[in-house]
């Protein structure tokens, strides 16, 4: 696990990585973000900004997610990108989010497949403010099932690179 808490955090602009991703039933790798004011305000009302949830057994399929007050766990604000003949784990692509102050854009190898708007939640939207960077594969829970003997380990999530970006004033 990758975590800026406390060493990096920033509001808006360009947040990417490349990433080659991990393969098999019950591995769950994420490149996402919290509200760096998670000690002060508990998850949800902190925000979450998923970047990219990918679910092991489903190789051709990412999501992209919000989490706030109102609509967090199975109640977020979601959307997936697929590819017809091609699969995550197999080269390397490029996950980010585009964030503004009334709007996340969510991209794939530069393809915009989701916006975000916060007329588009059901609940406050607290993207506003600091969020820092997590990326992690975790194994088994809820999202994805648990490994199967059909599921290879050691496991890798192989990050390039990740890179901000921040609009100039």
């Not at 489903?58 to 977020?76: D, F, K, R």
């Not at 820092?132 to 199967?148: C, D, E, H, R, S």
Request: aromatic letters at 18%; hydrophobic letters at 35%; a negative charge.
């Amino acid at each position: 696990r990758l975590n800026t808490k406390g060493v990096f955090e920033q509001a808006y602009g360009r947040f990417e990585a490349r990433i080659k991703m991990p393969w098999g039933p019950g591995i769950w790798p994420a490149f996402w973000m919290l509200g760096a004011n998670i000690d002060q305000v508990p998850w949800p009302k902190c925000g979450e900004i998923d970047i990219m949830e990918y679910r092991g057994q489903e190789t051709n399929l990412i999501h992209g997610s919000l989490h706030g007050p109102g609509y967090s766990g199975g109640a977020a604000i979601t959307k997936s990108y697929g590819f017809t003949n091609n699969r995550f784990d197999v080269d390397f692509h490029v996950f980010a989010v585009e964030w503004g102050e009334d709007y996340i854009d969510y991209y794939v190898d530069d393809t915009l497949y989701q916006r975000i708007k916060p007329e588009d939640v059901p609940g406050e939207w607290v993207y506003n403010q600091p969020f820092y960077i997590i990326l992690n594969v975790a194994v088994g829970g809820n999202y994805v099932g648990f490994p199967t003997p059909q599921t290879p380990f050691p496991q890798t999530m192989l990050v390039d690179y990740v890179k901000v970006y921040k609009e100039a004033n």
